[in-house]
């Protein structure tokens, strides 16, 4: 560990949180930065200065795309959906950047076989974890570079901004560190602690935002107060397979639903009373966003149909409310008395 000198290298709380985190997720190493981006910005940025080739899915946070974009030019390759395409070219790339789960509708990768074919061909995989958290799944023991966006779960207040990046080898670690040095990209010494404060309720908080969006998930596909309903614990997801596989029986706190049509989406958001319109997630209250025209607004009409970014989809982040009082809420909005 880097001794103490400069506060935008190093502090002795931001230290006590990197330590925390990566006993969390079984790494060797660790780095918080100020925000989940700011920690993606240094694996890209590090990428970008070795021209390495890097394979990223269609389906990702737009910010995310966007910003490999802007860093990585015609070193991008884009592949997957579905996942048999990005296995095909991890022997033609050095990085492949997955999401646990696929933001907004949850298409969850085949990360066992992903990781076979990245160790099999020296290409380092790299996964935002930060639907699933360490509490479902643990990227690092397939050998996998770990990315959290501390801002959601990991947190888990909506008041405090915050990244991480886990990874095994020491010497990928200190160049990371260097970035983070040169980007500026350190998290704050209070939202360090903040963060810290937020990771001893994390398993409770996630099971139980989990088993509550399992049982919305599953009275929304039976209600018939919408046309679609994503979520990785429902037999119907097409990734189910993979979800069950991976994961420990736990499946997030995110569930997406299609209503239809845009004018639809927009009056269930304006109607919502206790669910607030938020474009984040993972806090303790539940949160609805609006993919098409937030997250993924710069896509063209044409791709977000292909990815299943409608305009009717609505995508709820379920906090610690009771299941019976959201499902009233629903009802409420999606234009039934329940």
Partial sequence: MKEVKYGRENNPTVMLLE??????????????????????SAILHEAASNRLRVALPRLVYGSTRQLASR????????????????????DKVDMVIVETMANPTLLVPPLDELAKECSSTACRLVVDNTFATPVIYKPSRVGAVVVESMTKYMAGHN???????????????????????????????????????????????????????????????????????YYPG???????????????GLYGGVVSFDVGSKERAKTVLRRLGSILPSPSLGAVDSLASYPYTSSHRWLSDEEKKELGITPGLIRLSVGLEDFEYLRSELSRVLGSPG
């Fill in 159 to 229: 008041d405090v901004l915050g990244g991480y990046v886990g990874v095994l080898e020491e010497d990928y670690w200190r160049k990371l560190w260097d970035w983070r040095r040169l980007l500026g990209g350190i998290i704050q010494p209070i939202d360090a602690y903040l963060a810290y404060r937020g990771l001893r309720t994390l398993e409770i908080r996630v099971r139980r935002v989990s088993e509550t969006a399992m049982r919305l998930a599953a009275w929304l596909e039976e209600s018939g107060l919408v046309e679609r309903v």
């Fill in 19 to 40: 330590r925390v985190l990566s006993c969390i997720e079984e790494s060797q190493y660790g780095l918080a930065f100020n925000t989940g981006m700011a920690a993606l």
């Fill in 71 to 90: 860093l990585l030019g015609d070193r991008l390759v884009l592949a997957g959906p579905p996942w048999g395409e990005l296995l095909a070219v991890i």
């Fill in 234 to 248: 429902l037999r119907s997801h097409p990734d189910h397979h993979n979800a069950a596989r991976l994961f420990n």
